[in-house]
């Protein structure tokens, strides 16, 4: 639908992806300076490492939030970039959450961490739009993470760009980390990716790229049945992001919205950042 603010879902990847220039980066950064064009209201974004326990779901309402140290990055890459959190969008969310049923609170002292600042840093390195921050459950129900993202997707009638930052394929067990460990090298590939990785990321790339609308929500969630989906995710906490965009992107008004891998990197030979967006902006008079 042309008409609302395109969805996003990045593979965020090892830390390194903040420091090092990929095709990703570069991807990251155009989806940015698109939705600066555009005048974006803010961004509402999921991660893959903040996850709220029994049944509840959090968003931050830290005024100020510290950023969560990361390895294998110059601390100059992320060290003095301010974050800007949108209390009010916050808690407009809290309350769309708290209607539709979710056990939802604000968390005044959590710090942010790489999964969310990695990408914001990189889309937007003059300065981060008003965001809006949101946990994962650390139940990692598909159905229930989808149901958040169908719960806020008509913030993109306002034109706020909702992304979900995870991974396509991502198994920190099954990752070559040598040369990264001894020569911060993350992009190294002395053998060809394993065909597990190969099979769940064509899986993740068909169901996008192939299906809309509620059916993109049915087989997003159908992915976890996936054979290879234990291989290509040792946990949940990756996918979950993914869902919660299935949700923000795969009503049956998005039954005509396109979806798009806009870059890929792959990094210690098995991961796959794959990066997608669903929908597109209008176009703007140049
Ligand atoms: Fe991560």
Request: net charge negative; aromatic share 10%; hydrophobic share 40%.
């Amino acid at each position: 639908m042309a008409s609302l603010t395109p969805v996003h879902f990045f593979s965020h990847g090892s830390t390194m992806m903040l420091g090092e220039e990929s095709e990703s980066a570069d991807y990251w950064k155009k989806c940015g300076d698109e939705a600066l064009a555009r005048n974006i209201q803010g961004v509402i974004i999921m991660g893959a490492h903040w996850d709220a326990l029994n049944d509840s779901i959090q968003l931050s309402t830290n005024p100020t939030p510290g950023k969560s140290p990361v390895a294998y990055v110059n601390p100059e890459k992320y060290i003095n970039y301010t974050l800007t959190p949108d209390l009010p969008t916050t808690n407009r969310c809290i309350t769309l959450l708290k209607n539709e049923g979710f056990n939802v609170t604000g968390n005044p002292t959590f710090d942010w961490i790489h999964d969310v600042y990695l990408i914001l840093i990189r889309m937007f390195p003059s300065g981060c739009p008003p965001t809006t921050l949101i946990s994962a459950n650390a139940r990692y129900d598909p159905h229930f993470h989808m149901k958040m993202g169908a719960t806020l997707r008509p913030l993109r009638k306002e034109n706020f760009l909702i992304i979900g930052t995870g991974g396509a394929v991502h198994n920190l067990y099954r990752n070559r980390w040598a040369p990264m460990l001894k020569f911060r090298d993350n992009f190294a590939m002395e053998t060809p990716p394993e065909d597990w990785a190969l099979e769940f990321r064509q899986a993740v790339e068909d169901v996008i790229t192939k299906t809309s609308g509620v059916q993109l929500r049915r087989a997003m969630t159908r992915l976890m049945k996936h054979p290879r989906f234990r291989d290509a995710h040792a946990t949940d906490d990756h996918f979950m992001a993914a869902l919660f965009v299935a949700g923000a992107a795969g009503d049956e008004e998005d039954a005509d919205a396109e979806g798009v891998l806009g870059a890929e990197s792959w990094e210690l030979t098995n991961m796959c950042n794959s990066q997608f967006t669903f929908g597109k902006w209008k176009e703007i008079a140049v």
